[in-house]
């Protein structure tokens, strides 16, 4: 249905023009400004990666050195007996108004305690083995935060890149064609409508003469 060429209208239609203007303006501002953030929190991601890799080269050295000196079968049968839970405090934080699921920094080394062993009776080497990989498991949890965060940020800035690829390339021109067309045709109206006040004009001094 179409809408009626009114001036009303026209001034609504250059109202809701403008208003596409503004937020294809501060959708790319908040696109650019989740850019910069994307591509610094993937250098973060780049050196993290790099710090899991050496906490599990680190590890895997101390494994080696608990098998060489406890034998392959007492580290396995201690390894096949370890129990104990490691937990992780999730919190939510805004990206450009976008939440982020953010797992809360902390250590998940344990003490030989709270893996219900006696270090006197696992022994130091085998304890450095759990350390060192308990360090690495630490950095892997933070890494995957920041694996997290990335993508939440790489996903926002595809919707926010296709809400303004639809203003730019939908919305905006069709109201601009709106406004447009409602324009011809209100001037073309004041011209019927000049032209018939001459013609009116012209007929009065006719009658008067």
Do not use: C, W, Y
Not at 100 to 124: M, N, Y
């Amino acid at each position: 249905m179409r809408r009626p060429r009114t001036r009303m209208q026209l001034l609504a239609t250059r109202g809701q023009l403008d208003v596409a203007r503004l937020g294809e303006e501060l959708l790319e501002q908040k696109r650019e400004a989740l850019l910069r953030e994307l591509h610094r929190e993937v250098r973060i991601v780049f050196a993290a990666q790099e710090d899991v890799e050496a906490a599990a080269a680190v590890a895997r050295l101390a494994l080696e050195g608990a098998r060489v000196d406890l034998g392959q079968e007492t580290v396995a049968a201690a390894a096949s007996a370890a129990h104990g839970e490691v937990s992780v405090d999730l919190a939510v934080t805004n990206v450009m108004g976008v939440p982020v699921p953010v797992i809360e920094p902390r250590s998940l080394v344990r003490t030989p305690v709270e893996r219900d062993r006696a270090p006197e009776a696992s022994g130091p080497a085998l304890e450095l083995a759990a350390e060192r990989f308990e360090e690495e498991l630490t950095l892997a949890v933070r890494l995957a935060s920041m694996e997290s965060r990335v993508r939440r940020l790489a996903r926002e800035i595809r919707r926010t890149g296709s809400r303004v690829n639809a203003l730019r390339t939908r919305v905006i021109p069709d109201l601009d064609e709106e406004a447009r067309a409602i324009a011809f045709v209100l001037e073309q109206h004041e011209r019927e409508d000049h032209h018939r006040l001459k013609s009116v004009k012209r007929m009065r001094a006719a009658a008067v003469r």
